[in-house]
């Protein structure tokens, strides 16, 4: 077994649940101001079949600022 000292358990990180919020509030703030398109034409994501689905090439996105 790994040695895992803050990753779990009584002596998790502190910062874990900050971080966490941090997060949620930047992508919540990003999705209410934005809308979000598909990249340009011939962009669109190559996948990789594994245990999950992975994007080979990355997944591009374009924002567009909302009007209200």
């Given at each position: 077994m790994a040695f895992v000292p803050y990753s779990a358990g009584p002596r998790n990180c502190i910062g874990f649940r900050y971080a966490w919020m941090a997060m949620k509030t930047s992508l919540s703030n990003i999705l209410r101001n934005y809308e979000l398109l598909p990249g340009?034409?011939?962009?669109?994501?190559?996948?990789?079949y594994r245990i999950?689905?992975?994007?080979?090439?990355?997944?591009k996105l374009r924002l567009k600022k909302r009007k209200n």
């Open positions: 340009e034409p011939g962009t669109e994501p190559q996948f990789k999950v689905t992975e994007s080979a090439n990355g997944v």
